[in-house]
């Protein structure tokens, strides 16, 4: 005699193969007879966790997922799923849990106590269920940020390659930057800010060299958010690349992977999310446009100013980096500074091919001459790596 879970999880997979199959009778069957069985919300309980559990092995962490299924369906899958991971993750004793993975939880689970929030998966709409398990069992394999619920461990930390008390002086003048109303306070700050990131970088690169410390390429997933992903995923790629990182966007998950060593990483996900938001800024403030014809025509006006925002964005960064560089070599020599950023350079390159053996490309088109005119002089305005706006 077949278990109640093995039941539950026949009922289950005939309800997902008729939502994919897009057949709506048998997905109402399905419905039904899982509304029918008293002992249907344990054993939904139960494969609920299972099907979570195995995405985590897949490479997803608790925020991508609930973001994912919170992109493909809705707010009340979402939180289904939020729940599920909730209930999984207690299984295992928090010494062994990453302390990201329990801010992760944090941010996208309710404040309900955990019978509610158990009862939320048991006693939900087995629509919503067989829906949220279609969508997680789409989900494909991705590279692993960290340690697993349960697997976490001392040995498992990563050699610290970020000052803390830097990386918050670092987002207290990037807050200042993006708060101030006046341009010098903001170039100001944000020079700071990169000069400490910048001068921090090329120091545990040298330092790593002279003491023979391995520090490894790792990988971040960083949230790309509607409208205008395309556009806000080049800027991300040209701050990844004048920082010695790649990005590739995932564009039916709504995140880019960037990779690179883990400082240059924090460097690339504070940048980019502090140029994002003044780039944001100087967009919104020339308010809606219309075309010679009085047709409204803002959507292109942003997509071109974002895009050549990005595109100019990168010129000014590449010519920033180098010039960190050449003042670097002033100080240690080329024969000390070169070979250790070529070597990094490649074993970057070398993860990314890795994990990214067959990327395919795609272009942007912009039609909206103002916007793209207006975004390279708002990237103009920006401030990188210490050195200040371009002037006429």
Known sequence: MPTEREIVER?????VFAYDARRPAELTRAVQALAARPGAPAAVFALMQA???????????PFELHRS?????????ARLAGAAMLAQTRAYAPATVDERWQAQLLQITTKRPDAEQDGAVGQADPQLVIQTIWHLRRLPGLPFQGPLPGEARPQHVAPKTVDQKMLDRVRALLAKAESTTFPEEAEAYTAKAQELMTRHSIDFALLMARTGGKD????????????????KTLLLQAVAEANGCRSVWMEYYGFATVTGFPGDLDSVELLFTSLLVQAVAAMTQSGPKQDRFGRNNTRSFRQAFLTAYAQRIGERLRGATETAVSETIRDVGESTLLPVLKARSEEVAAKFQE????????SITVSNRQGWAEGRAAADRADLH??????E
């Not at 490894?216 to 556009?231: C, G, L, S, T």
């Not at 210490?386 to 002037?391: F, W």
């Open 216 to 231: 490894e390429p790792a990988v971040r997933r960083i949230p790309i958010d509607n409208p205008y992903e395309a556009a």
């Open 355 to 362: 994990l990214f053996p067959a990327l395919k490309t795609r």
């Open 69 to 77: 299924v919170k992109k493909a369906l809705t707010d009340e899958h």
């Open 11 to 15: 009922i289950v997979a005939e309800g």
């Open 386 to 391: 210490g050195r200040r706006a371009v002037r």
């Open 51 to 61: 099907e979570v559990l195995a995405v985590w092995q897949r490479g997803w962490q």
